[in-house]
Structures are given as C-alpha cells and as structure tokens.
Nanobody
Framework: QVQLVESGGGLVQAGGSLRLSCAAA????????VGWFRQAPGKEREFVTA????????YSADSVKGRFTVSRNDAKNTVFLRMNSLKPEDTAVYFC????????????????WGQGTQVTVSS
C-alpha cells in the first residue's frame, strides 16, 4: 500500500510557474512509474505526464509538452512536476498516481492516488 500526498498548488498568473510535489508515505514507489493527471470542473480526469520507474524516460500530453517537466528523487520518495508558461486552461486539481511498472495514459490503469492539489491560473 502506497499513500501519496501532493503539494505545491496555488494561484498563479498566466505565464508563471509552479512546482508540484508528490510524496510517498507508508511505502515507496521506487519500482513504479508515477503519473500526473488533472481534472477541471465539469471535465473528466486527463493524463498530463508520467515518468518511468527508473526515471529514464517520460511521456507527456501534447497540451503540456515543452512547458511541463516531470522528475523523480527516489532517495526522497518524491516526484516533481515543474510547470512553466502556465495558461488559464491549466487550471485544475492535479493528482499523482502510481502502482504500475509501465506508463499508461488511462487513469483506470493506475492503482494508488493522492488527494490532489488545486492549481489556478489567472488571466
């Protein structure tokens, strides 16, 4: 059982940056891929990006490529999501997920989820 805790969300102006963190508690995700998803009001949860279990590769949605970067520090049991050039359409609750050895874009394929952190981008 892995418990995930996201942090780092907040209110930022368009064009600004934020760094989200996803910390594993009560377990470790060192052998798992870690994904980030987001959900805006009235919309389905959507895939943002994910990093492989060893950090060798990542995969991102087209909407965030070139702006968002995912990284991991397994010594600290933490995965980071660096978000640059934020846009109002990035406004959502951001969730991290883990529990699979491979990367999947479907939210149903992931096992463990955090509670989410709100990101609001003002225009």
């Amino acid at each position: 059982q892995v418990q995930l805790v996201e942090s780092g969300g907040g209110l930022v102006q368009a064009g600004g940056s934020l760094r989200l963190s996803c910390a594993a508690a009560g377990g470790t995700f060192s052998s798992y891929a870690v994904g980030w998803f987001r959900q805006a009001p009235g919309k389905e949860r959507e895939f943002v990006t994910a990093i492989s279990w060893n950090g060798d590769y990542s995969y991102s949605a087209d909407s965030v490529k070139g702006r968002f970067t995912v990284s991991r520090n397994d010594a600290k049991n933490t995965v980071f999501l660096r978000m640059n050039s934020l846009k109002p359409e990035d406004t959502a609750v951001y969730f991290c997920a883990t529990g699979r050895s491979d990367i999947y874009t479907e939210s149903s394929r992931w096992v463990y989820w955090g509670q989410g952190t709100q990101v609001t981008v003002s225009s």
